[in-house]
């Protein structure tokens, strides 16, 4: 499956979210993935646990990140959800986010075969992010996606 039919099949496009912290900003995205399945509750406490000890190492671009964990750490079913916030957070190393894809895979060449190559292709154009921004719907989301 692509990016954007994981996105659909889940419902899992939010856009102009609220989140005080980097943790809320974690919660909130991996929220449609727990919700449809996708994921176990353990799975957002790894990403968070492991963010205080690692830092965000999911981090792709400025403004941009990827929170995601090891399979065994509570992943069901391969999937995506794509969230922007309203302001951006700052996470543990000064950065600050407001574009945040979470993902889950079942193995690591979902990881490395499939989501890598679609996520860098998406956002290889600077102006994406713009755009991005200033979405205000999942349709229009769907729309740069295509």
């Known amino acids: ?27 909130i995205t991996l929220k449609p993935l727990l919700e449809k399945g996708v994921i176990e509750e353990e799975y957002i406490n790894s990403v968070i646990e492991r963010t205080h000890e690692l830092g965000p190492y999911y981090i792709l671009a400025p403004g ?16 995506f ?26 193995s690591s060449e979902v990881h490395s075969n499939e989501s890598i190559p679609q996520i860098v292709m998406l956002f290889d154009d600077e102006a994406i992010f713009g755009k991005i921004r200033k979405a205000e719907s999942t349709d229009e ?3 740069l996606l295509k």
Do not use: C
């Open 64 to 79: 941009l990140a990827m929170p995601h964990e090891r399979p065994e750490k509570g992943v069901l079913k391969d999937g």
């Open 141 to 143: 989301i769907i729309e």
């Open 81 to 106: 959800s794509f969230i922007t916030l309203e302001k951006p957070v700052i996470f543990p190393d000064g950065q600050e986010v407001d574009i945040l894809l979470g993902f889950s895979a079942t």
């Open 1 to 27: 499956m692509t990016l954007l039919e994981y996105l659909v099949k889940n419902d899992s496009i939010k856009v102009k979210q609220k989140a005080e912290t980097w943790e809320d900003a974690i919660r």
